[in-house]
């Protein structure tokens, strides 16, 4: 028998168990790469996140945790507690509360959308950073794009699906 599984009789007889330890071979089997942090030269991570309408492009970098959305504070920009509550999900997570400053620059949408593309692209920042942090924001859900726009309206009706009142004459 050959020293490397080439056909499926080789196959076979190491399913059976025949074959105790084939050789690997290094040049087909590929090499796991760890992921490296991206960070540019002045020591930030960014990343773009999107929710409904709103973008948000977000940097991080290691600070004492200011959070500063469009030049201005986050509690002045985001005055309701539940979305700066949203933005701050990431960072109860990965248990990275106050280790970075956040700038971000929002377009689009109203201040929920706002808030929930802040809290993406803070998290696509986060993997970029640190990549170890993925699999629990990848679980919590916060790396996915969350894409429920609104729906259009369409000709004929009062709205997206509403129809004008029936009337028979």
């Known amino acids: ?41 002045f020591g930030r991570a960014y990343a773009t996140g999107k929710r409904k309408n709103a973008i948000a492009r977000v940097w991080i970098k290691p600070g004492p945790g200011k959070i500063t959305v469009n030049g201005r504070e986050v509690k002045t920009y985001f005055a309701r507690p539940v ?3 949203i933005i701050n999900q990431a960072f109860t997570v990965s248990d990275r509360v106050g280790q970075y ?10 201040l929920s959308g706002q808030a929930g593309a802040v809290r993406h692209g803070l998290s696509k920042a986060l993997t970029y950073f640190e990549p170890t942090l993925r699999p629990a924001l990848k679980k919590a859900g916060f790396l996915t794009r969350d894409s429920r726009i609104v729906e259009r309206k369409k000709y004929g009706r009062a709205k997206a699906r509403k129809s004008f009142q029936f009337s028979k004459r």
Not at 8 to 19: C, H, P, S
Not at 102 to 110: L, P
Request: aromatic share 2%; glycine share 8%; hydrophobic share 40%.
């Open 101 to 110: 400053d956040i700038t971000a620059s929002v377009t689009g949408g109203g």
């Open 1 to 41: 028998m050959s020293e490397y599984v080439k056909t499926l009789e080789d196959l076979k007889d190491v399913v059976e168990g025949t074959v105790a330890a084939m050789p690997v071979n290094p040049e087909v089997e590929p090499i796991a790469k760890q992921a490296e942090p991206k960070i540019d030269e």
């Open 83 to 85: 979305l700066r509550m």
